[in-house]
């Protein structure tokens, strides 16, 4: 399966609406370049009947405690490496996993920064 952009999408809504022969269609689209680009925006403005266009809300990295990890991680554990070795790489990204999962106060902190409550 090769990457996706305009033309393709555009071909594909094209052999797409005869299966739905007059059907409402609603098109649940993230950020795409290709969902927003000027050629998808005059293909869909010709097109106002047809398909409904809903779209995902941006990705808020502040709200997924996972983030907080990574940063934490990339910081303090893996920060400053010029590693030559996959192998030694994850050994350090290892270790930093490790000191972050023995200190519940940071795990702790990552959920409350987030605002997600356990």
């Not at 795409?32 to 925006?41: A, C, D, I, N, Q």
């Amino acid at each position: 399966m090769g990457t996706y952009n305009e033309d393709s999408l555009i071909e594909f809504m094209r052999q797409l609406r005869p299966h739905f022969r007059g059907q409402q269609v609603i098109l649940i689209w993230d950020g795409l370049p290709s969902h927003r680009s000027r050629p998808m925006g005059e293909f869909l403005a010709k097109r106002r009947h047809w398909p409904e266009v809903r779209r995902l809300p941006a990705y808020p990295p502040e709200l997924n405690p996972v983030e907080g990890f990574w940063a934490d991680l990339k910081g303090r554990g893996v920060a400053n490496r010029c590693e030559t070795q996959v192998q030694r790489l994850a050994w350090v990204a290892e270790a930093g996993a490790d000191r972050v999962r023995a200190d519940r106060h940071l795990l702790s902190g990552f959920f409350r920064h987030s605002g997600l409550q356990l």
